[in-house]
């Protein structure tokens, strides 16, 4: 079994910085993909952006340029640095992790977190 962890969500201030973090916890040999999507009131969950083992990144347009992702596969650790930060970005942020495989068994499975709520408010 695998845990995610989230940290970084909070209020913030048009045009400020937000990062989010999602650490995995568990039997984990490998992780492909890790990436972020969020869901704002009323609208479906969109994917914000997504990195794999070999660093290929993807990311919505609308936050091209603006937002950033990373990850450090020593600590099964993805992150996303939100600068320049609008109020259409206020969602509810959830990690996912693609393709993990198990640590005992090599199946891989899919996790999401538990979500973390990002506001931009003035």
């Known amino acids: 079994q695998v845990q995610l962890t989230e940290s970084g969500g909070g209020l913030v201030q048009p045009e400020g910085s937000l990062r989010l973090s999602c650490a995995a916890s568990g039997s984990i040999f490998s992780i492909y993909a890790m990436g972020w999507y969020r869901q704002a009131p009323g609208k479906e969950r969109e994917l914000v952006a997504t990195?794999?083992?070999?660093?290929?990144?993807t990311y919505a347009d609308s936050v091209k340029g603006r937002f950033t992702i990373s990850r450090d596969n020593a600590k099964n650790t993805v992150y996303l640095q939100m600068n320049s930060l609008k109020p259409e970005d206020t969602a509810v942020y959830y990690c996912?992790?693609?393709?993990?495989?198990?640590?005992?068994?090599?199946?891989?499975?899919?996790?999401w977190g538990q979500g973390t709520q990002v506001t931009v408010s003035s």
């Open positions: 990195i794999t083992s070999g660093g290929s990144t």
């Open positions: 996912n992790e693609r393709d993990v495989r198990d640590r005992t068994t090599l199946r891989t499975f899919n996790y």
